[in-house]
């Protein structure tokens, strides 16, 4: 066998399912690895870097869009969903979410096999991003979910989280105030911004961050916020 088949990960509970797409994609040289979880899926993604995900957005841990956001934070892999949701809203919440492409079951294989072909194309050469981020002391890694300053642990609530792996995403580039509001309350206008910095008050008190003399986050004035970084970063 060659050493350069590609890989795809199936996240798909349904056991015949999942049976028939492995053989499929085996019989069209592909090396195959399952998850019936969410969770697992994601340890997949981080320890076997396959080449695309065929994900069912009805899993039985965590829905499957959940688990794009989740996928992207660190990863750039291609992502067909394959599902029975036929709604467009259902189809448009996924793709914004990050998926590269929707299938509907039931599904052709043939068109799924070219829809395949064509997404691991165009991702050759692309290197998935590291799944932690490290800087002045600040420890994230996304796919736990876990964050630490120093080498302590910090338990952060959900939006504190949000805001955090968001300004990473961006290291050292302004958010602005409206851009930070859509992307954790899908917000499409400027809005007032009482709430934002009650937000980065409390993940600043979290993290021991000064805002006088800023460790982590550093505010703009009258614009938004940034991620400091270390010289090594």
């Known amino acids: 066998m ?17 049976k028939f797409l492995r053989l499929s994609l085996e019989a069209n040289g592909y ?4 998850a019936r979880l969410g969770e697992e899926g994601l340890d997949l993604c981080q320890s076997q870097r396959p080449d695309l995900v065929i994900l069912d957005l009805g899993l039985p841990d965590i829905d499957g869009r959940q688990f794009i956001v989740r996928l992207r934070e660190w990863s750039r892999v291609p992502i067909i969903v394959l599902s029975v949701r036929a ?15 929707y299938m509907t079951k039931p599904f052709g294989i043939g068109e799924l096999m070219a829809r395949t072909r064509v997404l691991i194309r165009g991702s050759e050469g692309a290197q998935p991003g590291p799944s932690v981020f490290e800087s002045n002391g600040l420890r994230i890694d996304r796919l736990k979910r876990e964050v630490s300053v120093d080498a302590k642990s910090i338990h952060l609530s959900k939006k504190e989280y949000e805001l955090l792996r968001l300004l990473v ?6 958010l602005t105030h409206e851009h930070i509001a859509q992307r954790l309350w899908e917000r499409k206008r400027s809005v007032e911004t009482q709430h934002l910095r009650v937000l980065v008050r409390q993940l600043r008190q979290k993290l021991g961050d000064e805002p006088t003399d800023p460790r982590f986050i550093v ?15």
């Open 2 to 18: 060659s050493e350069d088949r590609r890989k795809v990960l199936v996240v798909e509970d349904d056991a015949r399912i999942f």
């Open 31 to 34: 090396i195959v690895f399952g």
């Open 87 to 101: 709604l467009e809203e259902e189809k448009i919440e996924a793709l914004d979410a990050g998926a590269n492409d």
């Open 169 to 174: 995403e961006y290291p050292g580039q302004v």
């Open 219 to 233: 505010t703009v004035q009258g614009v938004g916020y940034r991620l400091a970084l270390s010289e090594s970063s």
